[in-house]
């Protein structure tokens, strides 16, 4: 079974910088997709990034298109999401998901079926 764990998550001020990283294990060879969601309090979960194991295509919802970048290395099994110019309303939890089988990458957080426990992102101004 796949598991997913996320790390790196803290609290900054507007501007600064984060690095979050998922560890995945349990993901066969083939076709799949990882991606970045987050939720807010009193909001709706949100997808944020997401790559396909071709790496050829990646996605950003538009407000963080420019800061954020989405990235994996195969030899680790690692995902991350390198955040760069963070604002408070970047604050949010902030969730690691993968999708198998699948030959391109969803956008919809009920699209992906296994999930990470998430990690905190607070952004003070």
């Known amino acids: 079974q796949v598991q997913l764990v996320e790390s790196g998550g803290d609290s900054v001020q507007t501007g600064g910088s984060l690095r979050l990283s998922c560890a995945a294990s349990?993901?066969?060879?083939?076709?799949?997709?990882m991606g970045w969601f987050r939720q807010a309090p009193g909001k709706d979960r949100e997808g944020v990034a997401t790559i396909h194991t071709t790496a050829s295509r990646t996605y950003y919802r538009d407000s963080v298109k420019g800061r954020f970048t989405i990235s994996r290395d195969d030899a680790t099994n690692m995902v991350y999401l390198q955040m760069n110019s963070l604002k408070p309303d970047d604050t949010a939890m902030y969730y690691c998901?993968?999708?198998?089988?699948?030959?391109?990458?969803?956008?919809?957080?009920?699209?992906?079926?296994?999930w990470g426990q998430g990690t905190q992102v607070t952004v003070s101004s």
């Open positions: 349990g993901l066969p060879s083939g076709n799949y997709c």
């Open positions: 998901a993968a999708r198998l089988w699948i030959s391109y990458c969803p956008v919809r957080d009920w699209e992906f079926l296994s």
